[in-house]
């Protein structure tokens, strides 16, 4: 099966400072990829990149058989117009560690918002593929509500609808419950796990190891801008082989075991 | 009195004239020059940049006395009404250009991401996302802007413009009466600037459901 999602030797620096060094990683059609780290190994980063949110410097990035972002030019790279990045972005779907809901919109129109103006949707329409997702997401209560009237786990449930209503190709989260409270972590986390479980393609920042373990088809571990193992998460998790990995993961030994 | 008030509402609609068109001639090149500021690409930034820095520097007198009395020098003739409209949108358009810069970069750059990860294209991002935000920030420092340039119509009667300043000045010097008229002018002045912070203070309370 050829993979939906191809990185190649990606490379990219903020100034001296290298964050990438040489990332290749593919995702087939349906996995869920995992990409677990420190923080500053460059996961975030690599999501954004494969966004188009980041230039890189070298390597590529391909969504089917579409170079992201770039195309290239008798040999040389050279980046997209805007219009041509902008529906590249629509075959993804991106949430963020701080939701990014739009405040002066509605839940409703914060999911519809893509559907109407990207996908050119009637607005009718556009309101029922939105409506739909919401209610999978278990908000079907708060659709005329504004984000400041929702907790975190609600707005970033409302964040995840909005990016899969579009049915992306690729779904990226990206450390999605990092900012929120302990006991909101879980509604998140499920709706994820639901996700997973429909066959949507989903390459996933996260700290959370148990969630990791049991929705990740395969986990990656990055270190210092370089993936330094990976595998399915039985081997990776409990197995680890580098020891750089097992270092990181005496920090997650409690919930592992 | 009979003889005063025309002339001074003459003069009023004079000074409301000025300053509709000045404040929607500033606003719209304003709006232009701000996202300059902010997207252009290197040259189109320094020009700008350069525009908003030296217009700000200067008097708005001096702005409007080489306008019509430098410019004919090289050529360049104006109406008195001409060059005082253009050299008070010039201004306007210097200050504009400063609150339309702030008012977006002031929204936080992670609104930009989620607009691009929806896969709005630019012009969409700025009209759907950004400015239905910024705008309301705008709000208080352009209404200031536009309160400064009513005030500042006043300067255009030294060219001899016959707006409220100078109908005043023309209505006291037949009747010799000028405590009541510098009263009543200044009144005028007052309401129509006190009007302008009331429709302010309405578009602020229009967006209040907005927060972070």
Request: hydrophobic fraction near 50%.
């Given at each position: 099966?050829?993979?939906?999602?191809?990185?190649?030797?990606?490379?990219?620096?903020?100034?001296?400072?290298?964050?990438?060094?040489?990332?290749?990683?593919?995702?087939?059609?349906?996995?869920?990829?995992a990409?677990?780290?420190?923080?500053?190994?460059?996961?975030?980063?690599?999501?954004?990149?494969?966004?188009?949110?980041?230039?890189?410097?070298?390597?590529?990035?391909?969504?089917?058989d579409?170079q992201?972002?770039y195309?290239?030019?008798?040999?040389?790279?050279?980046?997209?117009?805007?219009?041509?990045?902008?529906?590249?972005r629509?075959?993804?779907?991106?949430?963020?560690?701080?939701?990014?809901?739009?405040?002066?919109?509605?839940?409703?129109?914060?999911?519809?918002?893509?559907?109407?103006?990207?996908?050119?949707?009637s607005?009718?329409?556009?309101?029922?593929?939105?409506?739909?997702?919401?209610?999978?997401?278990?908000?079907a209560?708060?659709?005329?509500?504004y984000?400041?009237?929702?907790?975190?786990?609600?707005?970033?449930?409302?964040?995840?609808?909005?990016?899969?209503?579009?049915?992306p190709?690729?779904?990226?989260f990206?450390?999605?419950?990092?900012?929120?409270?302990?006991?909101?972590?879980?509604?998140?986390?499920?709706?994820?796990?639901?996700?997973a479980?429909?066959?949507?393609?989903?390459?996933?920042?996260s700290?959370?190891?148990?969630?990791?373990?049991?929705?990740?088809?395969?986990?990656?571990?990055?270190?210092?801008?370089?993936?330094?193992?990976?595998?399915?998460?039985?081997?990776?998790?409990?197995?680890?082989?580098?020891?750089?990995?097992?270092?990181?993961?005496?920090?997650?030994?409690?919930?592992?075991r | 009195?009979?003889?005063?008030?025309?002339?001074?509402?003459?003069?009023?609609?004079?000074?409301?004239?000025?300053?509709?068109?000045?404040?929607?001639?500033?606003?719209?090149?304003?709006?232009?020059?701000?996202?300059s500021?902010l997207?252009g690409?290197?040259?189109?930034?320094?020009?700008?940049?350069?525009?908003?820095?030296?217009?700000?520097?200067?008097?708005?007198?001096?702005?409007?006395?080489?306008?019509?009395?430098?410019?004919?020098?090289?050529?360049?003739?104006?109406?008195?009404?001409?060059?005082?409209?253009?050299?008070?949108?010039?201004?306007?358009?210097?200050?504009?250009?400063?609150?339309?810069?702030?008012g977006?970069?002031?929204?936080?750059?992670?609104?930009?991401?989620?607009?691009?990860?929806?896969?709005l294209?630019?012009?969409?991002?700025?009209?759907?996302?950004?400015?239905?935000q910024?705008?309301?920030?705008?709000?208080?420092?352009?209404v200031?802007?536009?309160?400064?340039i009513?005030?500042?119509?006043?300067?255009?009667s030294l060219?001899?413009?016959?707006?409220?300043?100078?109908?005043?000045?023309?209505?006291?010097?037949?009747?010799?009466?000028?405590l009541?008229f510098?009263?009543?002018?200044?009144?005028?002045?007052?309401?129509?600037?006190?009007?302008?912070?009331?429709?302010?203070?309405?578009?602020?309370?229009?967006?209040?459901y907005?927060?972070?």
């Amino acid at each position: 099966m050829a993979p939906i999602l191809k990185i190649s030797d990606l490379h990219k620096h903020f100034g001296p400072l290298e964050v990438l060094r040489g990332i290749s990683l593919d995702v087939d059609p349906g996995q869920v990829v995992a990409l677990v780290g420190a923080s500053g190994s460059g996961k975030t980063t690599l999501l954004r990149c494969v966004n188009a949110l980041e230039d890189y410097h070298k390597g590529s990035i391909s969504l089917g058989d579409e170079q992201i972002g770039y195309q290239d030019l008798n040999g040389r790279r050279v980046r997209l117009p805007e219009s041509r990045v902008a529906r590249q972005r629509a075959e993804l779907g991106m949430v963020f560690q701080s939701y990014n809901l739009f405040p002066h919109m509605t839940v409703l129109d914060n999911v519809a918002l893509g559907l109407v103006y990207v996908q050119k949707k009637s607005r009718a329409e556009a309101e029922r593929i939105a409506l739909s997702w919401i209610e999978r997401v278990g908000l079907a209560d708060k659709v005329k509500s504004y984000p400041f009237q929702l907790s975190g786990g609600q707005q970033q449930r409302v964040a995840i609808a909005r990016a899969v209503a579009m049915q992306p190709k690729v779904m990226l989260f990206d450390e999605v419950t990092s900012a929120l409270d302990p006991e909101l972590i879980g509604e998140v986390l499920a709706v994820m796990q639901n996700l997973a479980r429909s066959g949507q393609t989903m390459l996933v920042v996260s700290h959370e190891m148990m969630f990791v373990r049991e929705v990740a088809h395969r986990v990656v571990f990055m270190d210092g801008g370089v993936i330094v193992e990976q595998g399915p998460p039985e081997e990776v998790l409990v197995r680890p082989r580098t020891e750089r990995l097992q270092t990181f993961l005496t920090r997650f030994r409690g919930v592992l075991r | 009195m009979s003889f005063a008030l025309p002339q001074l509402l003459r003069g009023l609609g004079v000074t409301l004239e000025i300053g509709a068109i000045v404040v929607t001639a500033g606003s719209l090149a304003g709006f232009v020059v701000g996202l300059s500021l902010l997207y252009g690409g290197f040259a189109v930034r320094l020009a700008a940049r350069l525009y908003v820095d030296t217009i700000r520097g200067l008097p708005v007198l001096v702005l409007i006395f080489v306008i019509y009395f430098a410019l004919p020098a090289f050529g360049l003739r104006f109406s008195a009404f001409q060059a005082g409209i253009t050299a008070l949108s010039i201004f306007a358009t210097a200050h504009i250009a400063e609150i339309v810069r702030g008012g977006i970069d002031s929204i936080p750059r992670a609104q930009m991401d989620a607009a691009k990860a929806v896969g709005l294209t630019f012009w969409q991002r700025l009209h759907l996302v950004i400015l239905p935000q910024a705008v309301r920030r705008m709000v208080p420092s352009w209404v200031n802007v536009a309160v400064e340039i009513v005030k500042g119509s006043a300067l255009l009667s030294l060219l001899g413009i016959i707006d409220l300043l100078l109908a005043m000045q023309n209505v006291v010097g037949v009747t010799f009466s000028p405590l009541p008229f510098y009263g009543l002018t200044a009144f005028l002045y007052f309401a129509v600037n006190f009007t302008i912070s009331r429709i302010g203070g309405l578009m602020e309370r229009r967006f209040a459901y907005l927060k972070y």
